[in-house]
């Protein structure tokens, strides 16, 4: 991967987010890695709460690749005592560390990350929302009080990276327009990530993502009802991934009948669980720029997926393809028609994977961000 290292003096930079899991990780995993190999020195500050079976061993990953060490800090999802000490235990780091700038992700990252450093203006604060608090119902307390917290900390923004233009103009819309502070920096992929993947045929569809209600499984679970192949046997699903909703959707699973079809498999690597499946669903009810969809559509998998957040950006000359997100009866005949024909999700998925090569490149995403933290800092 090229890593166009520049001349300018290393870094040291620390990135927060909250969980250790999901796209919000692999994309601060990623950055981590290149912006080392960029020869800049970076720390992690996650969650000490937030666990799934899988996040040692993607910490133990990290922890190679962040110089400046993990650190865990307790960051409740919703509101709790815990977040009064946060920020402070962060500022102390930040000294500790001789950070010259700190990097929040997330929601409950982006708002620790700034407060943090707001008593220092020598060390900008940078954030990516990757949803964050576009994900909370407007009319919701956590929806208010996060949107309350975003106007009041953009004055300690130096800048903030959207992943998509979609989170760009949803921002703007729900808390405030961020005026020459934001600037859309698409996430990216890995050159090996290109690599076209098969299937073992163990299943026919594939559903990878944190469970919750956001991610819509619940609805594809009804869709599953009543879907019938060519040959008369009734379809599989395989549903990776841990969440707060597992429980919940076991039981409706029971209670739909469907436990013959479909499997829960807990937590895995995405391309692992992409090629157990035929077709991977991603049928979310909102997105910013999953990592998910990216990395299907760099595998040449065939994929249904909503018309949510920035997946029609990633879907590109496919995007017609697109299902309405929460419908579960316009779900269930894009998966009908994937079992009578998928002849045309097969070329769609292979023209898909060269607009995703062309515009959502891992070293370009790295290269922006540590253009836009040097900016900051006079280095330009």
């Given at each position: 991967m090229p890593a166009d290292v520049p001349t300018a003096?290393?870094?040291?930079?620390?990135?927060?987010?909250?969980?250790?899991?999901?796209?919000?990780?692999?994309?601060?995993?990623?950055?981590?890695?290149?912006?080392?190999?960029?020869?800049?020195?970076?720390?992690?500050?996650?969650?000490?709460?937030?666990?799934?079976?899988?996040?040692?061993?993607?910490?133990q990953s990290l922890a190679g690749r962040a110089a400046l060490g993990i650190h865990r800090v307790?960051?409740?999802?919703?509101?709790?005592?815990?977040?009064?000490?946060?920020?402070?235990?962060?500022?102390?780091?930040v000294e500790a560390l001789s950070i010259d700038v700190v990097h929040g992700h997330g929601a409950k990252g982006g708002f620790h990350a700034r407060l943090a450093v707001g008593r220092n203006p020598g060390v900008p604060a940078f954030y990516t929302p990757h949803g964050g608090v576009l994900h909370f119902a407007p009319?919701?307390?956590e929806g208010a009080a996060f949107t309350?917290?975003?106007?009041?900390?953009?004055?300690?923004?130096?800048?903030?990276?959207?992943?998509?233009?979609?989170?760009?103009?949803a921002f703007a819309a729900q808390v405030?327009?961020?005026?020459?502070?934001?600037?859309?920096?698409?996430?990216?992929?890995?050159?090996e990530e290109f690599e076209t993947l098969g299937s073992t045929g163990e299943f026919d569809f594939v559903f990878v993502g944190e469970l919750r209600a956001l991610k819509g499984v619940d609805v594809l679970i009804a869709a599953m009802t009543g879907l019938v192949k060519s040959n008369g046997k009734a379809p599989r699903l395989l549903v990776v991934g841990d969440g707060p909703d597992r429980e919940t959707l076991k039981t409706g699973i029971v209670r739909s009948r469907l436990s013959g079809q479909i499997s829960l498999a807990g937590a895995m690597p995405a391309r692992q669980a992409f090629a157990r499946g035929n077709?991977?669903?991603?049928?979310?009810?909102?997105?910013?720029?999953?990592?998910?969809?990216?990395?299907?559509a760099a595998a040449q998998k065939p994929l249904i997926a909503t018309r949510v957040g920035g997946i029609p950006e990633i879907f590109g000359p496919t995007a017609r393809r697109l299902v309405a997100?929460?419908?579960?009866?316009?779900?269930?005949?894009a998966m009908r028609g994937w079992l009578t024909g998928p002849d045309p999700l097969r070329a769609e998925a292979k023209q898909r994977r060269e607009f995703v090569r062309a515009n959502f490149e891992a070293g370009a995403m790295a290269a922006a961000i540590e253009a836009g933290y040097r900016e900051a800092l006079g280095q330009r």
């Open positions: 003096p290393p870094l040291n930079i620390l990135q927060v987010l909250r969980a250790p899991v999901g796209g919000v990780f692999r994309h601060v995993r990623d950055l981590t890695e290149l912006l080392a190999a960029r020869g800049n020195r970076v720390a992690v500050v996650v969650d000490s709460i937030a666990f799934d079976r899988l996040t040692e061993a993607r910490l307790a960051m409740p999802r919703f509101f709790a005592l815990a977040d009064f000490s946060a920020p402070d235990k962060i500022r102390r780091l009319g919701s307390f309350f917290i975003e106007r009041r900390l953009l004055r300690r923004t130096a800048g903030i990276f959207f992943e998509s233009e979609f989170a760009l103009d405030t327009p961020p005026g020459a502070t934001g600037r859309i920096v698409h996430n990216g992929l890995r050159p077709c991977v669903i991603v049928p979310s009810r909102r997105e910013s720029l999953p990592y998910v969809v990216l990395e299907a997100g929460g419908d579960a009866g316009a779900l269930r005949e």
